[in-house]
């Protein structure tokens, strides 16, 4: 009986072992969880603000009309909101021929990692006699179309900006047909990362229209 008694004991004390054991492997497990390795913060986007030397060209869709197109275009950037405004010349199709025109407006969106979305707002000054540019002094203009745009840039790593741009009509427009611009460009000076860049325009020809 005796030996059976200390046997039972012995039993007894395993178990205890055991279970503490199990309990303090359990604490263990759940200190070291506790102290993980926070997660890291998501990188800041990239700096995009500046002054770019752009062209390309501008496909009507439907058709195979087309229109080279080249100007400045200027970003603002406050953290992954950047605001645009451009400047663009092209040359216009006429019943009398092509006339000098240009395209101005402003624009905003996301900066999406290397890439640039948003929309913008366009409207086209065009000279009124074929051929006259629409920057000299005192040369007759005509305030046509107003355009809505999508647009998509892509930051190269070289530095070159890639943008694919939807040209709709505005509300209420009717001669303007849908088309797509593709432009390229370069940096060519930086620019203040604030917010507050604002839409050029020729000589005499006022802020674009709402």
Sequence with gaps: MAFRASLLFLAALVFCGCERSSRTDVQASTSTSDKAAPVAAPAAPPSIAGTYHVSGTTAEKGGDSSRKIEGTIVLTQNGDAYRASFQLSTLYPGAEGEHQAVVIGKGEGKVRGKELVGTAHTQVVVAAIPGVDT???????????????????????DGTLVIEIENLPAKGEQ????????????????ASTQLDAQAPGPVGSGPPKE
Aim: net charge positive; no cysteine.
């Design 135 to 157: 920057n000299f002094a005192f040369a007759p203009r005509a305030t046509t179309t107003r355009i809505e745009s999508s647009s998509k840039a892509t930051l190269a790593p």
């Design 175 to 190: 001669s303007y047909r849908p088309s797509h611009t593709k432009l390229t460009g370069e940096r060519i000076a930086l």
